[in-house]
């Protein structure tokens, strides 16, 4: 299944791509369709993954804001 979890900056996105590569995740950067000024510049990272939950946590530990997940 894939997810993709939003962050707010292209750093932030980068930065979480290269920490999922750490732990042998694959991710992809991508940009949200529709921004709400909440969003920041909408970038997300998409991921293929059963255990979204671990993820998030991951990020969040390493100082990756996220601030929503959606299956796509």
Do not use: P
């Amino acid at each position: 299944m894939f997810y993709e979890i939003k962050v707010k900056t292209i750093t932030s996105a980068q930065r979480g791509v290269n920490i999922l590569r750490e732990y042998g995740v694959k991710a992809q950067i991508g940009r949200i369709k529709t921004l709400s000024k909440s969003e920041g510049c909408g970038y997300t990272l998409r991921v293929k993954t059963e255990c979204i939950d671990r993820i998030i946590k991951l990020l969040n530990s390493r100082g990756i804001s996220t601030f929503g997940v959606e299956r796509s």
